[in-house]
Every structure is written in structure tokens, then in C-alpha cells.
């Protein structure tokens, strides 16, 4: 399979969702591919890694979005702002406050939440979602348009819809709430998006089920 395929295989089964290709330790190359075969948006977990690609792709393509979706250290936020669109990694106060003080524009951001509970991840416990979403949504440079979140590292698909099902009645009960409209959900990565899809995540993050191709 190419990477073309693979992409063209991954939309079938993500329906509408939005497709943002994860490109961790992807070479450049190969980046390009996944954009000539129609990928709008990438996602990268660490700000050094995406630093080393960011003009080079942004050159050649500058509509991609570039979303950061791994931890982001407070220290590391005066950076991210230089690359990013979206920070799908927000899971404290402390870093919003951060990442208010040095934008320069309104920076559109999602919440991570820790839906599985699992003591490796970060993000912030469900129970205290909507606190969090209250004291950032005073923030002027923030836009909160989205919930984020892992699914649990376990065969059980149970498991792992419940996973995405806990973050999309999160979603619901923000907007019940009335201070801010979460658009988007964004759950589910190679392994498990087609859970995700079926609980109603509207944005998926696929790395290896679309670069992954056969010699």
C-alpha cells in the first residue's frame, strides 16, 4: 500500500471526520506525499521535532494547518506560538495562563482530558473538565473549540468506546453549560478510530495506518 492508499483507506472509514496526519518521525518526503494526496491538516507531539520541519512544509504548502498534539511544557509555549494553529494539549490553567500571555493573536485551543484514567497520560481528570473550561474561557487570547483525549492502551474495545464515549457527554454537558461551544471531538488514532468515529469524533489523528507503507 502507498501512502495514498493508505490514506484513501482511512477515509473511507472516518466517513467526515478530519483526517490530521501525525507525522512523528516522518520524513519530509513522505509528508509531501500525504499532502499531494489530499491531508489539509498535520500533527506533531513535540515542538523541537516540528521546528525541523516547519519551513519547509509550510514553503510548499502553505494552507496546512499544524496542530500540536502532544504535551507542551510551559517553557516550550513562546515556540509552539511560531508554529502552531491549534494546541489540541491544554490540560491546566497554568498553561493556558502561558499560552494567553505570549499569544499575539487568538490561539485556538482544545482541552485534553484524561478519559481513561490511566496514570501515564496526561490531560485533566473528567470530573474537573468544566471547571477548567469556566477559568479559561475568561482568557482573551484562548478559543476553546474542542475536547481531546487518548483512548486506553488495551485490546477491549469496550473499554476503549467508553474511553470516547465519557469525552463526548463531557462535550454535551460543556455545551448544556452555555460558556463556550466545543465544536469538535477529537479521539482516536491508527488503532482504535473507528471506535472514535462510532462515539462521534468528528477529527481523527492517524500516523501509522497512513505512512506505514509496503516496500
Same mark, same amino acid.
Given at each position: 500500500?502507498?501512502?495514498?492508499?493508505?490514506?484513501?483507506? @482511512?477515509?473511507?472509514?472516518?466517513?467526515?471526520?478530519?483526517?490530521?496526519?501525525?507525522?512523528?518521525?516522518?520524513?519530509?518526503? =513522505?509528508?509531501?506525499?500525504a499532502?499531494?494526496? +489530499?491531508?489539509?491538516?498535520? +500533527?506533531?507531539?513535540?515542538?523541537?521535532?516540528?521546528?525541523?520541519k516547519?519551513?519547509?512544509?509550510?514553503?510548499?504548502?502553505?494552507?496546512?494547518k499544524?496542530?500540536?498534539?502532544?504535551?507542551?511544557?510551559?517553557?516550550?509555549?513562546?515556540?509552539?506560538?511560531?508554529?502552531?494553529d491549534?494546541?489540541?494539549s491544554?490540560?491546566?490553567?497554568?498553561?493556558?495562563?502561558?499560552?494567553? =500571555?505570549?499569544?499575539?493573536?487568538?490561539?485556538?485551543?482544545?482541552?485534553?482530558?484524561?478519559?481513561?484514567?490511566?496514570?501515564?497520560?496526561? +490531560?485533566?481528570?473528567?470530573?474537573?473538565? @468544566?471547571?477548567? @473550561?469556566?477559568?479559561?474561557?475568561?482568557?482573551?487570547?484562548?478559543?476553546?473549540?474542542?475536547l481531546?483525549?487518548?483512548?486506553?492502551?488495551?485490546?477491549?474495545?469496550?473499554?476503549?468506546?467508553?474511553?470516547?464515549? =465519557?469525552l463526548?457527554?463531557?462535550?454535551?454537558?460543556?455545551?448544556?453549560?452555555?460558556?463556550?461551544?466545543?465544536?469538535?471531538?477529537?479521539? +482516536?488514532?491508527?488503532?482504535?478510530?473507528?471506535?472514535?468515529?462510532?462515539?462521534?469524533?468528528?477529527?481523527?489523528?492517524v500516523?501509522?495506518?497512513?505512512?506505514?507503507?509496503?516496500?
Amino acid at each position: 500500500m502507498t501512502i495514498s492508499q493508505n490514506i484513501a483507506k @482511512v477515509r473511507e472509514k472516518a466517513g467526515l471526520a478530519r483526517i490530521i496526519a501525525v507525522t512523528k518521525n516522518v520524513e519530509i518526503p =513522505k509528508i509531501f506525499e500525504a499532502i499531494e494526496a +489530499g491531508i489539509t491538516d498535520v +500533527g506533531e507531539n513535540k515542538v523541537q521535532e516540528a521546528a525541523g520541519k516547519y519551513d519547509a512544509i509550510k514553503s510548499k504548502y502553505p494552507q496546512i494547518k499544524w496542530h500540536l498534539i502532544g504535551h507542551l511544557q510551559t517553557n516550550k509555549v513562546k515556540a509552539a506560538l511560531k508554529i502552531f494553529d491549534v494546541i489540541q494539549s491544554v490540560d491546566s490553567i497554568g498553561l493556558a495562563t502561558e499560552i494567553n =500571555k505570549r499569544a499575539e493573536k487568538e490561539i485556538e485551543i482544545f482541552i485534553e482530558v484524561n478519559t481513561s484514567q490511566e496514570t501515564s497520560k496526561f +490531560g485533566i481528570k473528567p470530573e474537573l473538565t @468544566v471547571d477548567l @473550561v469556566k477559568e479559561i474561557s475568561k482568557l482573551s487570547n484562548l478559543r476553546i473549540t474542542g475536547l481531546m483525549t487518548m483512548g486506553p492502551l488495551t485490546d477491549d474495545a469496550e473499554k476503549i468506546k467508553a474511553s470516547f464515549k =465519557k469525552l463526548r457527554e463531557l462535550r454535551d454537558n460543556l455545551q448544556l453549560s452555555g460558556y463556550v461551544e466545543i465544536k469538535h471531538l477529537s479521539m +482516536g488514532m491508527s488503532d482504535d478510530y473507528s471506535f472514535a468515529i462510532e462515539e462521534g469524533s468528528d477529527i481523527i489523528r492517524v500516523g501509522r495506518a497512513i505512512f506505514t507503507t509496503e516496500a
